[in-house]
């Protein structure tokens, strides 16, 4: 026996070809083996925040069916309308607050996804269809009854807002590193995880200088390499301010940049000290709240922000749909990404133009 990985490789066996069926027990028990560390290694290999997302739904729907008497397994059409029904009743993050809407969506997602994966259950397709159905249902109940849940959506972080932060990021190693990741998070519409995981080695310059190559090795959605083109505003180019971090950081350390080392490392509060290791995604998107703040903009932006902002500021621009949702890594005609149009359209093209 062999083991790659973490995974065990049974002993190639001489003789005729076995069909399966007629395995004996002990290949079996080999193979089932494999499957098991596959699983695992697998799952190792996802980032951690969603691990940590997956795991906190089936600890949601594990108190759901402790409180009601239903089989822990018991994953179906019917329990998982139940389930929605008693998420609406509990708190939310904020005192006095119910939970949201889109961690509702997402709690019918993680139980489905993991009942399948680690608990081998063979559900249908839709099995979540219902329980989304009566969601829809109780969310316009709500809007109906002006009640408010959760955050709601980001604010799109657009050209003009980043202008206005570019301008008041001090002139140190933490406004200079600010100033590229907003910039970068913008360009290639990225997570906030897929921002965080960047290293030195996913940033490269292309060779016939048309501006950087970034890949996006680490994504719990779609790994993608994008093209970085510059903007004419130096204070919002992503590939500027890139330059400008990455000489700020080698003139610090007094060496190139380590290939293998997090692109966008920890400063210390005052802004001139390297430390050791990235930032978390959640620090990411810490980031980009305190860009916002630092330039007095009303809006609160979070570390969807950028992502939406390149979505709608590309349309505007009168990029192909396509264009857009390869940039970001989005699913061709993106739900969610459609959503982000649909709020922007309707100034160019308006029933009211030339009216009057």
Known sequence: ?????????????????????????????????????????????????????????WAAWERFVSEKGLPVLGVEQGTLVAFVHWLWGQPGKKAGTFTAPSTIDRRISGVVTTARKHHDLKLEPDVGALAREYLKALV???????????????PALLPRHMKVISKAMPENLLGVRNRSLMTMHFAIAGREHEVAYLRNRDITEDPEGRGLVVDIRVSKVSPRVVKVKPLQDPRICAVVCWRAYKAAVEELTGAPLDPDEFAYRRIHSKGTTLMTGGLTPEAVGDVITWCGEAGELEDRYTGHSPRRGLASAGKKAGNDRSTIAAQGGWVPNSSAMEGYFDEEDGWEENALNRVG
């Open 1 to 57: 026996m062999d083991t790659a990985g973490g995974l065990i490789i049974p002993a190639p066996r001489s003789g005729d070809l076995v069909k399966p069926e007629h395995f004996d027990t002990e290949t079996r028990a080999l193979l089932d083996a494999v499957g098991v560390a596959a699983k695992q290694t697998v799952e190792d290999a996802r980032p951690k925040n969603t691990r940590d997302a997956y795991g906190q739904d």
């Open 140 to 154: 316009k109940k709500m809007e109906k009854a002006g009640e408010v849940r959760g955050t709601g959506k980001a």
